[in-house]
């Protein structure tokens, strides 16, 4: 019997895959573009999984979007590389913006944003298109830190191995609102509700020398 406090809202779009189909809560998941860019952009990080030699890898990595494609990068000599260039690999980006706090020990919840998505990476070796991608990190982490830094040099940029994955099978699930307590626990003597979580920045701590310096600005979503 369904959960009369259920969402009855439906997925958006069509799962490009069997394996990106979500099948729990899947009146949660939106297999459109716009859903899935909007989940990345907003990331730093994301967990990239694969096979090594018969054993399952999770390495958490900085990540960035640029079109059509999820971004990394890697020590060129990383074992990593070669994994994620031979083989599939599925990456997730999470996002968690609230505790959900029900009547109920087994109705908690969390509020998310997440996305997962399969294929195989490849190795962006061109050194113009690794440096300007780089550039572009650099300003997804702070806005306009690209331009004040020195550049990566083109031995620096012959030891970082740049890799990106298409975007073209990804799924995004989304939980938002309230705890979805059962008809009978409504009346539980207990606080239910929603405590909101945000990543927000801190005072910048300088290093030596530069106090006197400008301090970068804060991007947006951590203000």
């Known amino acids: 019997m369904s959960d009369p406090l259920e969402s009855s809202a439906a997925a958006t779009g069509t799962p490009p895959s069997a394996r990106t189909k979500v099948r729990r809560h899947p009146e949660r998941a939106a297999y459109d573009r ?15 999984a694969f096979v090594l030699d018969g ?10 979007r640029e079109g059509d494609h999820l971004y990394i990068h890697s020590v060129r000599a990383s074992r990593l590389v070669a994994a994620l260039t031979g083989g599939t690999a599925c990456v997730t980006v999470s996002l968690v ?32 298109a690794k440096a300007a991608s780089m550039a572009t990190f ?24 740049l890799l990106r994955v298409s975007l073209a099978e990804a799924s995004a699930k989304v939980r938002s609102g309230p705890p ?14 929603v405590v909101p979580l945000a990543l927000e920045s801190g ?21």
Not at 138 to 161: I, N, S, W, Y
Request: net charge negative.
């Open 34 to 48: 716009a859903a899935v860019v909007a989940i990345v952009d907003a990331a730093l990080l994301c967990h990239v």
């Open 97 to 128: 913006d609230g505790l959900v706090l029900a009547r109920s020990a087994l109705r908690h919840s969390m509020n998310y944003r997440s996305v997962v998505l399969y294929g195989t990476f490849e190795d962006v070796t061109d050194p113009a």
């Open 180 to 193: 979805k307590d059962l008809l009978g626990d409504l009346a539980w003597p207990v606080w239910a509700g």
């Open 138 to 161: 650099l300003d997804h982490v702070v806005p306009g830190r690209a331009a004040l830094v020195r550049p990566p040099d083109a031995k620096e940029l012959a030891g970082t191995a």
């Open 55 to 64: 054993v399952p890898h999770c390495i958490p990595t900085a990540c960035w």
């Open 203 to 223: 005072a910048p701590l300088p290093e030596p020398g530069c106090a006197a310096l400008p301090l970068p600005p804060v991007p947006a979503r951590y203000a």
